[in-house]
């Protein structure tokens, strides 16, 4: 019996250091093999040239949650996974895993690239550790999902890498884990197939507990009951509030900075700014269903016809989500001593919660020719209790 | 169904018994994954070769054909061996490769599977065993080809031929027990390997690979006392029907592989996480 509450993964203060020197890393191996053989129970502290990869993490995943764990290259992440895969040993704490363990860490492992397709499944599925009977009844089924019937019996090194992955994680699909650890693996493949993977993942889910890393935080915002940000090894936000923990990690890459992508000399963009919004010290914000209003002050040497302006908002990946309306040359913008100056005002914003910055692309009115695109130029951020990964929330009247 | 609960942690459990029980139970599980490993290698080296299992036997035939045309053209002066002489050399240099091939074979397995090794838990007992399927393999090659050399020289059939087999099988146990021992430390330095080279290149010349042993003097110390020598002597004799001088010795040799063995794969299974992690970090 399956009981829904069961506790699968189990983690106490654990810790792994690293070596930076690879000579100094060679000698401390050596040593360790020969501690290793006595059982290991002396105090591990840090030797000369090593540092803490992971240090001090705690957390407990049950059937059906999911952990999502982000950071920075470096942080941590992948050390962590080694650890709960049981791939190496931690320098301190304990880490207790309840049922069958697999890891989409490495898709296709086992592959030898001059042998058939049809060869490798079985490679690949007795590294994952099926049996032959197993694959023989589930070979045919791999060959589907992987969409790759009619190259099967080509040899894999002339797959394309996204072939490859197809077809490791068509395998790697047939495993029915307890506990599930996934890495960044699934992003080679084509949208259809992230897509197939995400439904495969979606239907493990309730009987699995996942832990789940990636840069993607559309991903992880989506799939992810509780999240660990990992900054240097170390632990800085844990909890079931996933939002406010990729918050933080944006925060970490919050660029203030505008940059001027293309510019033709013919104007200059001297100030923007957001009216009437909340400042704190770190970034301006603005509550769910307030007016976006925005100023901006251009200054120009010859003087020039009254351009277009289009005001770009991105989400904090880089993905442009709207299109302000843009003006008609008619519009009533002051100018005066070669500056000219506007306010742009967009009612009741309903972008949902989270960090968003603003573009600005200026077209010649005639021929849509640009003269000037700045990226980057203003960062707000929606305030709202409610969490939500789709970029817009919107108002609505439920009625009888 | 209750389910199986692993732990790690820093500290390791050094009672022996178990350890073996458990490395047994992962030899057994993994039983399947090791065949298939030792397939996909057969499969794809001989796939990308056109001489194919030629290449099995190529290196102790071409060495025992460099001393064959030593001795036939009077370059160098061997004691008479007793039998014909390209039977006695082949089934040395054969022999002595099947050695230096399974004291090489937990490291270049270990090796070859890095990069599985660093993403994927599997039992790693299962490297080892492929490593023997496929030595094996290569030996039976290796064996019919000495058989064949056998009866084209006219030595002629003797019963103690059906007992060579074991012998291989002796010989294998010596050099993958001697190999999982080296693999640990052969995977942080890769000195090890070439010490490895150089040292095995030397002991062929005190073992009586290609000549006999001489009658007295400080060679004939070091050839009784070094445990290559009744491997290959035992073989030999078992070959060649001769009555075989050192096969206690041999006996001993083996019956004292096999818990160094488990010893050996004990000591292979609990190094693997510290390889895994200096050869990835």
Known sequence: MKKDNDILVEVEGLSKKFCKDLKTSLWYGLKDLTSNVFGNSQERTLREKEFWAVKDINFTLRRGECLGLIGHNGAGKSTLLKILNGLIKPDEGKVTIRGKVGALIELGAGFNPILTGRENIYNNGAVLGFTRNEIDAKVEEIIDFAEI?????????????????????????????????????LAVGDLGFILKCFKTIDEILPNTAIVFVSHSMPMVSRMCTQIILLENGVSNFQ???????????????????????FDDGSLKLIESKLVDSINNQKITELNWGDDLKLNFKFNYNKPIDLPLFNIIIMDKEQRPVALLERNDTLSNVKKSNNEMEFYVTHKNIQLSKGIYSISLA?????????????????????????ESWQPFLLKTIYES | MALEVKIYQ?????????????????????????KQLAVRDIKAQYRQSFLGVFWAFITPLTTAFVWIFLNET??????????????????????????????????????AAKGILSKINFPKEALVISGIYKLLFNSAIKIVLLVVFVFFYGVGFHTSLFLFPLTIIGA????????????????????????????????MYVTPVVYVMPKEGIMRTIMQYNPFTPLLVTTRDFVTGATPEYVSYFLILVLACIPLFFLGLIFYRISIPILVERMSA
């Open chain 1, 362 to 386: 200026v077209l010649k009115a005639e021929n849509l020719e640009p003269l000037l695109r700045v990226n980057d130029i203003i960062n707000f951020q929606i305030l709202h209790e409610l």
């Open chain 2, 10 to 34: 820093k500290e390791n459990n050094i009672k022996i018994g178990r350890l073996i029980k458990d490395s047994l139970s992962d030899i057994y599980t993994s039983r399947f994954l090791a």
């Open chain 2, 74 to 111: 009077g370059t160098i002066q061997l004691t008479d061996t007793g039998v014909p002489y390209p039977v006695y050399a082949f089934s040395g240099t054969l022999l002595w490769s099947i050695i230096v091939e399974s004291i090489n074979s937990p490291t270049s397995n270990t090796n």
């Open chain 1, 149 to 185: 019937r009619e190259f099967i019996d080509m040899p894999v090194q002339n797959y394309s890498s996204g072939m490859n992955v197809r077809l490791g994680f068509a395998v790697a699909a047939q495993m029915e884990p307890d506990v599930l650890i996934i890495d960044e693996v």
């Open chain 2, 172 to 203: 294998i146990l010596f050099g993958t027990t001697i190999g999982l021992f080296i693999t640990p430390i052969g995977m942080l330095y890769n000195d090890i390997s070439k010490i490895i080279t150089i040292g095995l290149g030397l002991l």
């Open chain 1, 239 to 261: 909890g079931e509030n996933v939002s406010k923990g990729i918050d933080l990690y944006y925060q970490r890459f919050a660029n203030n900075e505008s940059n001027v992508v």
